[in-house]
Structure formats: C-alpha cells, structure tokens
C-alpha cells in the first residue's frame, strides 16, 4: 500500500470517528437569564439553549423559579427556548431558576441560574415614604368582617395568577400601557395614608379623569370583575403562560368573565372607586402568585 493509500485510509478512519462522536455526544444545555441582577418585583427573560441528539429527542422541558412554573417556548430555531420569570417583592439576595430537559431515552440534564438582587442606596435626605390622604375609613383599625373580606379579594386574585399557569398563552404581541397619560405613581413606591398606615405601592399608578379610557395590555380573557375594598372596582386579564395584568379603582367596567379581549381593546373607565387619594388608573401584573413590574412586561417587547 502506498504512503498516500495509507494517508487516505487514515483520514476516512479519523473521519468516520469523528462523525460518529458527533452523532452521539450531548452538548451540556445552558440557561441564561436577563438581567443577571434585578430589583424585587422584576420580570426577567430566560433562554434556554439545548442541543437534540439524533435517536435522543428533547421530550419535555421542566422549569421553576421562585416557586413558580416557567413556560418555554420555541425562539430563534429548534435548540433554543424562551421563557419569563417573576422575582418575588420580598426577595433578599438571589433567586435561583431552575429547568430539567428530558430526553426520550430518559436520561435528562439540568441546567441552574441565578438573578442577584442588589441592595438599592438610599440618597441622603430623600423621604422613604410618599405621604397620602384618603377617606379616614381606609385608614382606621379595621373590624373583623372588613378585614375577613380584604383577605378573601387578596385570596381570589392570587388564584387568578395560579390558574393562570394553566391558561394557554393567549398573546404574540408585545404588552402596551394600558393609559397613555403620564405615569403618577412608580412600582415599589413607599406611602403613609393620613400619616398612620404604611405600605408599599406594588403597581403603577396612570393620571386620568373620571370615564378616561383603560385598555387591555395584551391579549387575554377576564378572569374576575368585582368591587374590592381597597382596589375599587376591578378588571383581572388572565394571558395565559402566567402572566395576569388587573387594573384598579375603575368608575365602570367593559367586560365581563369569560370575555376574550384583544390587544388595546377599551375593558374600563377610569374612576375614583376603592382606597385612592383621586380619579387614576392603577395598574398591576402577576406572574402566577408573584407581584411584579407591570412595566417589565411592556420592556420585554416582542418575542417574549
């Protein structure tokens, strides 16, 4: 055999080796999230790239953060998969994300992330609390039946975010402001009613007068209209993948529950109803139980 017969021979050896190491090797999934260091209440972005081997499909892919299911869907081609996620208001220093790929032999792989959560510097001389005047009943030692009755409204609107997960997504589109007037209030805000009760503003607040137009973030179906105690009248969109956006202190609802609304469609009327200092608009997301940023979901633009 000739010096070149061997040197052919050897790299169609070499080539076959190759390709056959190729063929059956699994290349480790990676998840990345972003932003890798997000305030308490953010909604952050997940993608999951995961390579399918051949005779070894991808079957199903598994994911949690902050005890919450995560929804991935299929993004730019088939190893790569989106999801979000929500950060809870009450987080310390990390929330850790989660995400098992399952393959039809059965073996799996799991992939782990991290969101950092900083610790915000407080300017000297700034106040800690926005002080606010309502009707002295929304500020007063509550009795037992008002109180039994804020915390069944706080209970029915965490299981709207549950069920939430089970909804189909419903949009493809990006989330818009349900107002288009200036923002009043920002997320996180801390306020004092009348000088005695302290909260913290979990939603955004939009100027408006009474009968201003209020519009569907994105598309979805009503889950609950009601007249809360401290919310006014409410309007809850259940947009599938866990995502729910409810709009507070309405003068009047457009909607009912069961009603699919499109993307901008006109749900209420801006109002002065429930515990406000003033006819606005507030606006608030969940991710399942969790409550974040509205704005995020409007920051996330198409694709997510």
């Known amino acids: 055999m000739t010096p070149s017969s061997h040197l052919i021979r050897g790299l169609i050896i070499v080539g076959i ?11 480790q999934p990676r998840l990345a999230v972003s932003p890798v260091i997000a305030a308490p209440g953010s909604v952050v972005r997940l993608t999951l790239v995961a390579s399918p081997v051949r005779g070894d499909s991808i079957v199903a892919i598994r994911g949690e ?13 088939a190893e790569v998969w989106r999801a979000i996620g929500g950060v809870p208001v009450d987080a310390a ?6 995400v098992v ?34 009707a002295p009943r929304f500020t007063r030692p509550l009795d037992a039946e008002t109180q039994a009755r804020i915390d069944r409204e706080n209970a ?9 997960h089970s909804t189909q997504r419903q949009w ?10 200036a923002v009043t209030s920002r997320f996180g805000t801390g306020r004092m009613f009348n000088g005695r009760v302290a909260s913290r503003h979990l939603g955004v607040d939009f100027g408006g007068g009474v009968g201003a137009p209020v519009r569907a973030a994105n598309r979805g179906v009503v889950a609950l209209v009601d007249d809360f105690f401290l919310a006014g009248k409410v309007v809850y969109v259940d947009h599938g993948g866990g995502v729910v956006t409810g ?18 469609q006109e749900i209420g009327l801006v109002g002065a ?24 979901l409007v920051a996330l633009g198409a694709g997510w």
């Open 156 to 164: 029915r609107a965490r299981d709207v975010g549950r069920r939430a």
């Open 65 to 77: 953060m902050a005890g919450e299911p995560l929804h991935f869907l299929n993004g730019d081609g």
């Open 273 to 296: 109803s429930g515990r406000v200092t003033g006819p606005h608009l507030h606006w608030s997301a969940r991710y399942g139980k969790l409550t974040v940023n509205p704005l995020d």
């Open 172 to 181: 493809t589109d990006s989330f818009l402001r349900p107002r288009s007037s």
């Open 247 to 264: 709009y507070f202190h309405l003068s009047r609802a457009l909607v009912s529950p069961g009603d699919t609304v499109e993307r901008s």
């Open 17 to 27: 080796s190759t390709l056959a190491l190729s063929e059956g090797s699994t290349q």
């Open 93 to 98: 220093d990390s929330v850790e994300a989660r």
């Open 101 to 134: 790929i399952e393959r039809s032999s059965g073996s799996s792989d799991t992939s782990l992330a991290s969101v950092k959560i900083p610790r915000p510097p407080r300017r000297a001389g700034s106040p800690r609390r926005r002080p606010l005047s309502v």
